[in-house]
């Protein structure tokens, strides 16, 4: 499986950006609406940590708390497509934003099958 993030940038604090990841080459018997999708971010010198995720039909959702209220997940089955739509950002939103893929329901990284490269959000003050 691709998957391959994109819409990253340069934005100043209580702007708005919108994450795109594309995800192709599913393994046979799979399609990407087998996937439960979540997003992750890693900072300079932290964790990597969860940020959302969004399940294989679209139907469930859960934010980090840090982010809750602010982003959005959403998911386009028929296109192939998870977005993670984020408003009012702050500093502490800069990172490298990875979007992965999961068979199931989890908020932990080592759960998740694939990756893709990460986009770089950076938010001024």
């Known amino acids: 499986v691709q998957l391959q993030a994109s819409g990253g940038g340069l934005v100043q604090a209580g702007g708005s950006l919108r994450l795109s990841c594309a995800a192709s080459g599913f393994p046979s018997g799979f399609s990407f609406s087998s996937y439960s999708m979540g997003w992750f971010r890693q900072a300079p010198g932290k964790e990597r940590e969860f940020v959302a995720r969004?399940?294989?039909?679209?139907?469930?959702?859960d934010y980090a708390d840090s982010v809750k209220g602010r982003f959005t997940v959403s998911r386009d089955n028929a296109k192939k497509m998870v977005y993670l739509q984020m408003n009012s950002l702050k500093p502490e939103d800069t990172a490298v934003y990875y979007c992965a893929a999961v068979l199931g329901w989890s908020r932990f990284d080592y759960s998740y099958d694939y990756w893709g490269q990460g986009t770089q959000v950076t938010v001024s003050s």
């Open positions: 969004i399940h294989s039909s679209g139907g469930n959702t």
